[in-house]
T-cell receptor
Framework: DTAVSQTPKYLVTQMGNDKSIKCEQN?????MYWYKQDSKKFLKIMFS???????INETVPNRFSPKSPDKAHLNLHINSLELGDSAVYFC??????????????FGAGSRLTVL | TQLLEQSPQFLSIQEGENLTVYCNSS?????LQWYRQEPGEGPVLLVT?????EVKKLKRLTFQFGDARKDSSLHITAAQTGDTGLYLC???????????FGQGTTLQVKP
């Protein structure tokens, strides 16, 4: 049983297209995240949701729109894709927002290539 | 802006050697975590350190949190080929659950 699963794992598309990545967690966690990992392996947070409420929005272009229909799902929709959007996108979840030690469980990643 | 700097960024060693990876910041973190990531997979948590000066051991891996909670180190004794991977440190920032990651250290252990 995969704890955090995201689909698709690979996505190749043309500039200007719109695409979505889906994420589901079966851990019963309250908080979900989207991270972007660039070609240099740097992981940067994009969004986080706690119980379907947006908590973190890290100056991401508004072409990126997260949607959380319930606390087990957090999808990412990207409009008008640009070359610079090519990266690996990771979904993650954690039990709850904690000011102490917030431990994340990551999905396997979705590699987006924009041509 | 809080930043975590990892060094070295790349490390290639022979099996059996020891190594240390450093994670430094000018900011204080409530806790610091180390993750390991293999190709095609997401990062997997190795350890969380919370108290300044804390030392935790996980088999051949030793993790230390600096007294001021601004830095951490990961020491691997007698490295094995299975230790090959990307090692990431991450600090908890504020009360929003935000994790800030270092740039990562790519470790290659050769047989």
């Amino acid at each position: 049983d995969t704890a955090v699963s995201q689909t698709p794992k690979y996505l190749v598309t043309q500039m200007g297209n719109d695409k979505s990545i889906k994420c589901e967690q079966n851990l019963g966690h309250d908080t979900m995240y989207w991270y972007k990992q660039d070609s240099k392996k740097f992981l940067k947070i994009m969004f986080s949701y706690n119980n379907k409420e947006l908590i973190i929005n890290e100056t991401v272009p508004n072409r990126f729109s997260p949607k959380s229909p319930d606390k087990a799902h957090l999808n990412l929709h990207i409009n008008s894709l640009e070359l610079g959007d090519s990266a690996v996108y990771f979904c993650a979840s954690s039990q709850a927002i904690s000011s102490g030690a917030n431990v994340l469980t990551f999905g396997a990643g979705s590699r987006l290539t924009v041509l | 802006t809080q930043l975590l700097e990892q060094s070295p960024q790349f490390l290639s060693i022979q099996e059996g050697e020891n190594l240390t990876v450093y994670c430094n910041s000018s900011s204080v973190f409530s806790s610091l975590q180390w993750y390991r990531q293999e190709p095609g997979e997401g990062p997997v948590l190795l350890v969380t350190v919370v108290t300044g000066g804390e030392v935790k051991k996980l088999k051949r891996l030793t993790f230390q949190f600096g007294d001021a909670r601004k830095d951490s180190s990961l020491h691997i004794t007698a490295a094995q080929t299975g230790d090959t991977g990307l090692y990431l440190c991450a600090g908890n920032s504020g009360n929003t659950g935000k994790l800030i990651f270092g740039q990562g250290t790519t470790l290659q252990v050769k047989p």
